[in-house]
């Protein structure tokens, strides 16, 4: 099993920078062959949405286009920890962000359906 736990949610202004951290614990990521994180929102009264995605073990990453070139998606081995670096942040990044793992799954990083770990949510709120 494999436990996620969000944090570094908030409330900014238009503008500004947060930085979520995603911490796992149990299973370690090196035990499994394929690994898979990711970053999903979700904003009151929408579906939930692709943010950013990586590869644990090989780096590769993908990023939605609304969010391309203003959020970095990182993550530190030795902790065990993903992060989303969120700057030049607007009102339409307000939604819950969910961070999401999946293990031994091939294909595109985007769907939410295929993964199987999740954090339980934090807020971010970007006040205009």
């Known amino acids: 099993q494999v436990q996620l736990v969000e944090s570094g949610g908030g409330l900014v202004q238009a503008g500004g920078s947060l930085r979520l951290s995603c911490a796992t614990s149990g299973r370690t990521f090196s035990t499994f062959s394929s690994v898979d994180m990711g970053w999903f929102r979700q904003a009151p009264g929408k579906e939930r949405e692709f943010v950013a995605a990586?590869?644990?073990?090989?780096?590769?990453?993908d990023y939605a286009d609304s969010v391309k070139g203003r959020f970095t998606i990182s993550r530190d081995n030795a902790k065990n920890t993903m992060y989303l670096q969120m700057d030049s942040l607007k009102p339409v990044d307000t939604a819950v962000y969910y961070c999401?793992?999946?293990?031994?799954?091939?294909?595109?990083?985007?769907?939410?359906?295929?993964?199987?770990?999740w954090g339980q949510g934090t807020q971010v709120t970007v006040s205009s």
């Open positions: 990586m590869s644990w073990n090989g780096g590769i990453t």
């Open positions: 999401a793992a999946r293990v031994g799954f091939e294909g595109p990083r985007r769907v939410w359906g295929t993964y199987r770990y």
